[in-house]
């Protein structure tokens, strides 16, 4: 079946811009989380929604960015007046319920370069 | 907070050669340990898991055993193949669920 499916692939935008990345996680999973990968530094956990749960949203580095998932499904983190340091890829993972038996499922990320 | 220190790469091997990646880990609880796997051009995907302590994950020749005296979850191989490189990444998941991720390890394996 169908993963998890991220759009834009690549995103290029002007410093001071907003922007949009989209997440389409596969049927079905209810729990759906964004992660930032900057070279060399990992993967940096963003938010995290759980079914009709208040998201956690302690990863977001600031007030900049915000993400929503509407109706248990598509999520859109959204990043305002775009700095250079958020160049990045951004993936978004999704797994059928939470916890070690569960693995999550990774989209491919958009890479979102800041000019 | 929870924290995952990996060996940071790269590491390039021959063909037949044996892989160790170092991974220890900070946690409060009793976390689940993981590999993911990055291969080019692709998503992340989980490699292995383990649960609890003294378990071992293991899948495509690739182990791991959660070690909680040590706070450790080393993967080894006992014979890399050209296929495998990739970026491995270690993770763990503790109780919020989270999964906390290392670097990235940077593996190239040459004919």
């Known amino acids: 079946g169908a993963g998890v499916s991220q759009s834009p692939s690549n995103k290029v935008t002007e410093k001071g811009k907003d922007v949009e990345l989209r997440c389409d996680p596969i049927s079905g999973h209810t729990a759906l989380y964004w992660y930032r990968q900057s070279l060399g530094q990992g993967l940096e956990f963003l938010i995290y929604?759980?079914?009709?749960?208040?998201?956690?949203k302690s990863g977001l580095p600031s007030d900049r960015f915000s993400a929503e998932r509407t109706g248990g499904s598509v999520s859109t983190l959204t990043i305002q007046r775009t700095q250079q340091e958020d160049s990045a890829v951004y993936l978004c993972?999704?797994?059928?319920?939470?916890?070690?038996?569960?693995?999550?499922?990774f989209g491919n990320g958009t890479r979102l370069t800041v000019t | 907070g929870n924290s995952v220190t990996q060996m940071e790469g790269p590491v390039t091997l021959s063909e037949e050669a044996f892989l160790t990646i170092n991974c220890t880990y900070t946690?409060?609880?009793?976390?689940?340990l993981f590999w993911y796997v990055q291969y080019p051009g692709e998503g992340l995907q989980l490699l292995l898991k383990?649960?609890?302590?003294?378990d071992k994950g293991s899948n495509k020749g690739f182990e791991a055993t959660y070690r909680k005296e040590t706070t450790s979850f080393h993967l080894e191989k006992g014979s890399v193949q050209v296929s495998d490189s990739a970026v491995y990444f270690c993770a763990l998941e503790g109780s919020n669920y989270k999964l906390t991720f290392g670097k990235g390890t940077l593996l190239t394996v040459n004919p």
């Open positions: 383990a649960t609890k302590a003294d």
């Open positions: 993972a999704s797994s059928y319920r939470t916890g070690a038996n569960s693995p999550l499922h």
């Open positions: 946690a409060t609880g009793y976390p689940s």
């Open positions: 929604f759980q079914g009709n749960s208040a998201p956690d």
